[in-house]
């Protein structure tokens, strides 16, 4: 075997898919499967997710203890390798969530192997693969690459830029996501490891980021990298009502798009040792909460409702105007709501130069919030409940927006079809 | 409260500690424990690791799921306030891997909080912090900062350059080094970051990393994000006799080192999408296994002794001459061994510029291994195994060195004792 007949063979992703495709009556060594379970082990006795359904896994699936995100610009011309990337990518995604190789391995060892093999022998993890849709794929620079420009769905909009933002290239955008999330997180980078490679050709990966949780007492809300609770107001996610009136899109807008949802993604650095140079009180007025409890300022427990009208003896507001919860409550936003789904993420240190005095530079943590919100409209979600929120949230001042992506989340797929089957019958 | 005052005040730790130190009697809410146990439950109920003892945590402790690695860089002159940061860090460290806080809370919320609160309520997840010094402790640019340079050791060598080294300043070096693991990447972050704040004034976070390791089935080895079984030929850490040859520094050096180590760290870049594209068969000559059993070339069974003389029908060994395995094995190093503690790692992506045909430029994973190894003397460990290895291996051309450091691990302290006591006592 000579490394360079490999290179120059060029392998790309057809012949690498027809080398794998042949091998699949080869498994007799049990390959088959990632997680080295006897094929007579059903799936349910594995913590699995199920893939097939009305919706894709990872919106109101409870959220795993990581996630790594994913977006792709595409680079190809030719509408049928979308097609194609998007049924591989189906088929792989089903095949790893239910703990399988991403395509089934050969025992030929003359060709590259059809799965990296890193989650070989681990559990699925509950691994999640949910796909997005960026304004990309619809149109680029102007261009109709797909012929899909006329069936953007109206909620696909370009975000505006917000007060704050600063936003890198090489953390926004793309024409597809994909988050994988996973209770480990070797499960969820091989996942997009896979599927990016199953897109040589096609796509290529702009930019991937990791998140994590805390391992947190079950029925207890996280703390975010700032010391809070993150999470108390959320959409309660087995509300059926509230689900279909803020997550899923529904019959608003494209027929393509119901069961489906909009992903906001922003990568959110905090500026954590100024955080950390703060009074318990300040960043207390800051969240609006109280710290160890997670309370409303003023209150005794985490679940009590915000009283946004309530006011102190001088008849300042308890909780401030500008107040992190208050400018999240519905209540402030004429009832928008968002399923928030986030992560924290931890990428070492960065320099940095902050925005306010004393305007401090040099390398500090580049660590914060990798913020996930699913909506069934971003105009009247993300949008809506970050408007003002930009411009006057005190912890504006600790926190850069440093990247951003809009994805349209088509539906789920039934067994048999692809995701985004579709959009691609329409046009 | 206004922020500026806060910051006008110019918060130093010293002004902080004092302040914390003073709030010590003011636990009245049970906040002195971050996993909000009651007093009365007894530390081994829960999943910690003894931070008091003959040898420092993390070393040959069970390899915990997550590691945060920093190092600093010492910023004052003044030899005392080193003394203070390490009886801080102690203090502190014995702490936090008890699963308190690092100080404990005040309930006076008009000062900055002893602890940033991202762990409280967290299990101690197996925490481990483990310290380290770097040749910049005893010599920096020249200069005997701090009295200490008769006193360094010679096994804390400056590192050789090797083969393909391509060191970033930004990931290589430091003064001091703290290692964290733990079960929960929380818990390893916050752990950092308590003990960074500790050191305000005194030491900067030069550069800092995250790794993880997948979930492995007990009693199995874990996989690399090369896909191949990691740690077959490790050192067993239950046989005191190897650890006492091979890991734990004995009366060879100064006496301050007895019962210490020294640890090597380096940022191994991988390029997984080059090694993507690799037979299986030629993978498996790289490493000198097989991928899916982890046996030797030719073998069964993963933990076979490797025989490196046998040859094929036309005399050529069967683990190649240049073969990974092959000369990481002790047999081809005198004997040499060292006490590996790998975690593999993942930053997203970042531009590389491969050093091989067909020299390909743009983003890829910035991904790895970060590697650990602990050992009596790094002249007779590391650097003689890593030697010819950096010349010929070839895993080399998927591998690239980005990050370095090397590190006097003193031994562990008693109760009362700060870590580094003796050295400071000597001089």
Excluded at 367 to 389: C, H, N, S
Aim: negative net charge; glycine residues 10%; aromatic residues 10%.
């Amino acid at each position: 075997m000579n490394i360079d007949d490999v290179k120059s063979k060029g392998i790309n992703r057809r012949t690498f898919l027809k080398a794998a495709g042949g091998a699949i009556g080869a498994t007799s060594l049990g390959l088959g499967t990632s997680n080295g379970a006897d094929a007579a082990v059903a799936p349910t006795e594995l913590p699995t997710v199920p893939f097939w359904g009305e919706h894709q896994g990872g919106i109101i699936t409870p959220s795993q203890k990581h996630t790594y995100f994913a977006s792709f610009d595409l680079t190809t011309t030719d509408r049928r390798d979308v097609i194609y990337l998007l049924k591989y990518w189906t088929d792989a995604a089903a095949r790893l969530t239910a703990g399988q190789t991403a395509e089934p391995l050969s025992v030929d060892t003359s060709k590259p192997a059809a799965d990296s093999a890193e989650a070989y022998g681990l559990s699925p993890a509950r691994l999640t693969i949910t796909f997005g849709f960026g304004p990309g794929l619809f149109i680029s620079d102007g261009v109709d690459r797909y012929g899909l420009a006329a069936h953007r769905p109206a909620a696909l909009v370009d975000l505006p830029t917000f007060n704050g933002d600063q936003l890198l290239e090489a953390h926004t955008g793309g024409d597809l996501s994909i988050q994988a999330c996973a209770d480990d997180p070797q499960v969820a980078f091989h996942a997009v490891r896979q599927l990016a490679r199953l897109a040589y050709g096609t796509a290529n990966i702009r930019w991937a980021q990791t998140g994590f949780l805390p391992d947190t007492p079950a029925g207890e809300t996280p703390r975010n990298l700032m010391g809070f609770k993150d999470g108390t107001q959320n959409l309660q996610t087995k509300s059926e009502a509230e689900l279909k009136s803020y997550v899923w899109a529904g019959n608003e807008g494209p027929k393509w798009m119901s069961g489906g949802s909009y992903l906001v993604v922003r990568r959110i650095r905090i500026a954590l040792e100024h955080w950390d140079r703060m009074t318990v009180a300040f960043q207390e007025q800051t969240f609006g909460r109280h710290k160890y409890s997670g309370a409303p300022i003023g209150g005794k427990n985490e679940f009590e409702p915000l009283n946004l009208d309530a006011v102190d003896s001088d008849g300042n507001p308890i909780i401030a105007q500008n107040a992190h919860a208050r400018l999240a409550a519905a209540a402030s936003n004429d009832g928008a709501q968002i399923l928030r789904r986030p992560y924290s993420y931890n990428d070492g240190l960065a320099f940095t130069a902050e925005r306010w005095p004393p305007w401090r530079q040099g390398m500090e943590y580049d660590a914060g919030l990798l913020f996930f919100a699913y909506q069934k409209d971003p105009r009247t979600g993300f949008i809506k409940i970050f408007e003002l929120m930009s411009q006057i949230d005190m912890l504006n001042q600790f926190a850069t927006h440093v990247g951003s992506g809009l994805f349209a989340i088509p539906p789920g797929a039934k067994r048999g079809e692809y995701i985004g089957q579709q959009l691609f019958e329409l046009a």
